[in-house]
């Protein structure tokens, strides 16, 4: 693999990936709605002169796969991109700023730019690779409860691949410096909703009502066991609440407490433990305080990041050879989720992170916050890493090295 001409290649490309990366952000569409993204995917592959292109998941005209076949009918390696925004008003007084009310504040704007990229050179190269390559743009990755990368694999998009590769910018990192990790990176999540529904009445006779609100309190103190009694120290969990609604007046017993929160782990083990505990400790709380109890509890993504240890290292020696050691450093555990999980159940894969957040260009903001933005001059690097990747992985794949 020649990783100076990848570099040089992804380079000469720099301008033209931040005028796409800035046009896909002023355009952007929520989950399931990505169809004008979809169409302008497909049209740019077919100006590279990729043939075999298929848009459309779940029956919508959404979503786009494409298959770059090499020298051979080898092994074949996935790379995978999201393509959906988010329900946001842009606050960043930019030139490219959404006017739409949605807003690419996840960065998936330049995932869809990278992805493009490493398209463009591996189909310059495509007469030198041991293999096939399989471009992903997975739509609805933001939606949570009807996952993209669970449509299409159900859709059969992983049939016949062997290994595969997301990347993540990540603006609480340095721009530019790849962040990789074996094993255990981003937790599942699920969601939940409880209702405790006693008897209204006069704050001056509680002992004529049942009072959900003292339900609801002991129930938020109950849960705090669970993490700190119940599961293993050495395992890592969270579960909060995000709203608590209840009465409205000073002197009314109200009738509902309502309570919703979300709970993160890094193992179905600990998972399936946390929602058992939860349930009992809902169940028992309802008893004690005489309440009838509703529960919802939803598993939006149900599995971690996992990634397999090979490609992780695989993935790391490349970056190194690629940027450089000072640029490359292991990643911590996230507690926020992606449904690039929904794959690793399927298929031995590496999700990784590429650094975008520069004070001096204002682009450290959160993902997800309306003042999100990219250090476009990352995009380069993004395109090559995949790029290098994919080249690297066909060949240990096509050796019997991986
Ligand atoms: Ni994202």
Not at 40 to 56: H, P, S
Not at 75 to 100: F, G, H, M, Q, T
Not at 236 to 260: F, R
């Amino acid at each position: 693999m020649d990783l100076t001409r990848i570099r040089n290649e992804a380079q000469e490309m720099a301008g033209a990936a931040t005028e796409m990366r800035r046009y896909l952000h002023a355009h952007p569409e929520l989950s399931w709605g990505e169809v004008e993204t979809s169409r302008f995917i497909a049209r740019r592959l077919k100006e590279i002169g990729f043939q075999d292109i298929r848009v459309g998941v779940d029956g919508k005209a959404v979503g786009v796969v494409a298959d770059l076949a090499g020298k051979e009918a080898g092994p074949c390696v996935a790379l995978r991109a999201d393509i959906d925004a988010l329900n946001l008003v842009e606050e960043n007084d930019v030139p490219y700023k959404s006017k739409c009310g949605a807003m690419h504040a996840c960065g998936h704007d330049a995932h869809i730019t990278m992805l493009l990229g490493a398209a463009r050179i591996l189909y310059s190269m495509k007469d030198e690779l041991p293999g096939s390559v399989r471009f992903i743009f997975q739509p609805a990755e933001e939606h949570g409860m009807h996952s993209g990368a669970a449509t299409m694999i159900e859709e059969g998009v992983l049939d016949g691949v062997g290994a595969l590769a997301g990347m993540h910018l990540w603006s609480h990192v340095p721009s530019g410096r790849v962040q990789w990790r074996s094993g255990p990176v981003m937790a599942s999540a699920d969601g939940w909703n409880v209702k405790f529904r006693g008897r209204g009445g006069h704050g001056a006779m509680p002992h004529k009502t049942i009072d959900p609100v003292v339900a609801a309190a002991n129930f938020i103190l109950a849960l705090q066991t669970i993490v700190s009694r119940e599961v293993n120290p050495l395992e890592t969990a969270v579960l909060s609440v995000g709203k608590l609604v209840s009465g409205e007046v000073i002197n009314i017993i109200p009738e509902v407490a309502e309570m919703i929160g979300n709970i993160r782990t890094f193992s179905v083990e600990v998972r399936d433990q946390m929602e058992e505990s939860f349930r009992r400790i809902a169940d028992g709380i309802a008893a004690t305080y005489r309440c009838n109890l509703e529960t919802q509890y939803t598993r939006i993504y149900p599995y971690p990041v996992v990634n397999d240890r090979v490609l992780s290292e695989l993935l790391r020696d490349t970056a190194i050879a690629l940027v450089g050691k000072a640029d490359v450093e292991e990643s911590p555990m996230l507690m926020t989720s992606e449904d690039f999980s929904f794959y690793q159940t399927k298929v031995r894969s590496v999700f990784f992170f590429l650094g975008s957040g520069d004070e001096a260009k204002g682009t450290t903001a959160a993902h997800h916050s309306s003042r999100f933005d990219v250090d476009d001059d990352v995009l380069p690097r993004g395109i090559a890493l995949m790029s290098s990747f994919a080249c690297a992985a066909l060949s240990g794949m096509s050796e019997g090295t991986l």
